[in-house]
């Protein structure tokens, strides 16, 4: 017989392997988005092994400032890891609104930051797809700021500095 650990057991077991507090926050979304481990489950392995290797990281991660957030790319992380380092919070990272799912959202402020890389938005039909998407939810009343990958690799101090700027100035409904 082959012993079968089970999902939430598995990324405690990895919460003392993965070094990077935002690789296993990555492990620990994508474990909820698709359904294999929730927070509730992940509590309670914590619960049930208090002494275990990772049980502190794991902890970290779920007890971060809006929970643990769902990247699907280097540059998303990257964003992520930015904000966080500078204390910006209220977003929700791979949200959907306006029906399109998008790379960040702060839904108080209807502000919208999607990170576009060249490879994946080039095509005429990426293109396309991008202006439909921006237009849309600009008519739902959204903001949207895009960044690039080479921006926030090059200077994520200025990308988060314009993303505090917007969500700073007075919207109509906060005047």
């Not at 799912?101 to 990426?126: I, M, N, P, T, Y």
Request: hydrophobic share 40%; net charge neutral; with cysteine.
């Amino acid at each position: 017989d082959m012993p079968v650990i089970s999902p939430p057991r598995t990324i405690l077991d990895c919460a003392a392997l993965i070094p990077d507090p935002y690789e296993l926050e990555r492990l620990v979304a994508d474990a909820a988005y698709r359904h294999l481990a929730s927070e509730s489950e992940l509590l309670e392995q914590l619960e049930r092994n208090p002494r275990k290797r990772g049980t502190r990281a794991l902890r970290a991660v779920l007890d971060v400032p809006g929970g643990p957030q769902r990247t699907r790319s280097p540059a998303e992380r990257a964003l992520l890891r930015a904000l966080r380092e500078r204390g910006v919070a209220g977003f929700e990272a791979n949200a959907v609104i306006a029906g399109y799912e998008v790379d960040f959202v702060w839904r108080e402020v209807s502000l919208v930051v999607e990170v576009d890389g060249f490879d994946a938005h080039s095509s005429r039909q990426a293109f396309e797809r991008d202006r439909l998407k921006t237009a849309t939810l600009n008519a739902a009343g959204v903001t949207v700021m895009t960044v690039t990958g080479r921006q926030i690799r090059n200077d994520a101090g200025a990308v988060v500095a314009r993303i505090v700027a917007a969500l700073d100035r007075p919207t109509p409904s906060r005047t």
